[in-house]
């Protein structure tokens, strides 16, 4: 694992202390890779929601797909949609 260092000013030194404290992470270093993944993962899902936003349309869905959608949460029995 790579090490590196920061520079925060108080107010940000104080911020993270009382996070760690108060949300249980073990270490200044846990809380901010923490704050990372969370930014990574909304950087995926910008990029997944702009390639979405940029495909060809389709055709749109049917109620039968958002029932058989609502069956799966559900931990039903899975519904193939009908044409």
């Not at 073990?26 to 901010?32: A, F, K, L, P, Q």
């Not at 389709?58 to 958002?66: L, N, R, S």
Request: net charge positive; hydrophobic share 35%.
């Amino acid at each position: 694992m790579s090490t590196m260092n920061i520079s925060l000013p108080d107010s940000l030194k104080a911020f993270v202390d009382e996070q760690v404290s108060q949300r249980g992470y073990g270490t200044s270093s846990e809380y901010v890779r923490e704050l990372i993944r969370r930014d990574q993962d909304r950087l995926q899902l910008r990029n997944l929601l702009l390639a979405g936003a940029s495909s060809a349309p389709t055709a749109p869905a049917k109620d039968a797909y958002f029932d058989s959608l609502r069956e799966r949460v559900r931990g039903g029995i899975k519904i193939q949609p009908k044409a």
